[in-house]
Structures are given as structure tokens and as C-alpha cells.
């Protein structure tokens, strides 16, 4: 008799959405990835930041990457084997490639944004969106889904203490 090994069911979930190059899109845009994320039952610490993440890139995507008429594409893919999410925001501006700005001063009003993205991503970067556009995509890693246990608790756990 052969004796298989459990496998873990890893999965691959994806969420894209067109939206407006407008504020309220952008808005829409980081509320859609809350609620995406806390449906897939996401890390607390990961939907943090990916908040500000979508944020900061489709509000740059609505100002910078607008073109009149078109649309700016959000897409989330969270990879539970690899424990990353990848957001990727896409417009139709190719030819302006975000970069980290220069040192400016602090009481500077913008370009902060991709900075605030550099800080919470694990890595982020550009690719070409064809035909003429630009995705700007970054990578949040996320610890591991533990199996949930059910049951006893072990000896070190808080519930299991007593004064």
C-alpha cells in the first residue's frame, strides 16, 4: 500500500478592473483592492500596504498617465505558492516612465508617490503596455497561510495561560 503525502492547494487568484483616469476612479480603484483582498482573506499587514500601493499608483495613472477618453487598468494577483501579490496599474501614456524624483523639500506637495512605493514594495519596476501604454507594477510578499488548527491549544499559546 503507497502512502501519499498531503499536498498544499496552492492557488493563483487574479482581479483586474478598467476605471475612469479620474480621482474618483483612483479612489474606487484602492477601495475595489481592500475588499478584493479582504475576500481573499489576505494578511492584515499585507492589505496595509497594498492600500497604499494602489493608491499611490492609480492616482499617479489618473494624473500623470491620462489620456482623454481612456481608461487606466487595475490588476491584483495574489500567489498563495510564492506568498506574493503583485499590483500592476496600467494607463495609456508609455512615453512618461515614472521615476524616483530627486531630493525635493519636504513641504514639496508631489513626488512623493513613488517613493512611498519604493518604501512599502518588496521591488516594483515598468514594463511596456501595448500598445502605446506603460504598467507599473509591484511586488508585496506576505508570510505564509499556516494551516489553521482546531482543537488543543499548546501550553505556550495566550488562551492557555492562567493566573
Given at each position: 500500500?503507497?502512502?501519499?503525502?498531503?499536498?498544499?492547494?496552492?492557488?493563483?487568484?487574479?482581479?483586474?478592473?478598467?476605471?475612469?483616469?479620474?480621482?474618483r476612479g483612483a479612489r474606487l480603484a484602492?477601495?475595489?483592492?481592500?475588499?478584493?483582498?479582504?475576500?481573499?482573506?489576505?494578511?492584515?499587514?499585507?492589505?496595509?500596504?497594498?492600500?497604499?500601493?494602489?493608491?499611490?499608483?492609480?492616482?499617479?495613472?489618473?494624473?500623470?498617465?491620462?489620456?482623454?477618453?481612456?481608461?487606466?487598468?487595475?490588476?491584483?494577483?495574489?500567489?498563495?505558492?510564492?506568498?506574493?501579490?503583485?499590483?500592476?496599474?496600467?494607463?495609456?501614456?508609455?512615453?512618461?516612465?515614472?521615476?524616483?524624483?530627486?531630493?525635493?523639500?519636504?513641504?514639496?506637495?508631489?513626488?512623493?508617490?513613488?517613493?512611498?512605493?519604493?518604501?512599502?514594495?518588496?521591488?516594483?519596476?515598468?514594463?511596456?503596455?501595448?500598445?502605446?501604454?506603460?504598467?507599473?507594477?509591484?511586488?508585496?510578499?506576505?508570510?505564509?497561510?499556516?494551516?489553521?488548527?482546531?482543537?488543543?491549544?499548546?501550553?505556550?499559546?495566550?488562551?492557555?495561560?492562567?493566573?
Open positions: 500500500m503507497h502512502a501519499s503525502t498531503p499536498q498544499s492547494c496552492a492557488t493563483v487568484r487574479t482581479f483586474a478592473q478598467r476605471l475612469s483616469s479620474t480621482r484602492r477601495l475595489l483592492a481592500v475588499e478584493r483582498l479582504t475576500a481573499w482573506e489576505t494578511s492584515p499587514h499585507v492589505i496595509e500596504r497594498a492600500e497604499h500601493v494602489v493608491a499611490e499608483l492609480a492616482a499617479n495613472a489618473a494624473l500623470h498617465g491620462r489620456v482623454l477618453g481612456r481608461d487606466f487598468l487595475l490588476a491584483l494577483t495574489l500567489d498563495d505558492a510564492a506568498g506574493t501579490l503583485r499590483i500592476a496599474v496600467s494607463d495609456t501614456r508609455g512615453e512618461r516612465r515614472p521615476a524616483i524624483p530627486p531630493e525635493r523639500e519636504p513641504d514639496h506637495e508631489s513626488g512623493r508617490g513613488l517613493l512611498v512605493v519604493d518604501a512599502l514594495a518588496d521591488r516594483w519596476g515598468t514594463e511596456p503596455f501595448p500598445p502605446s501604454g506603460k504598467t507599473v507594477w509591484a511586488l508585496l510578499t506576505q508570510p505564509p497561510r499556516l494551516p489553521v488548527s482546531r482543537g488543543r491549544r499548546s501550553a505556550g499559546s495566550p488562551a492557555a495561560w492562567t493566573t
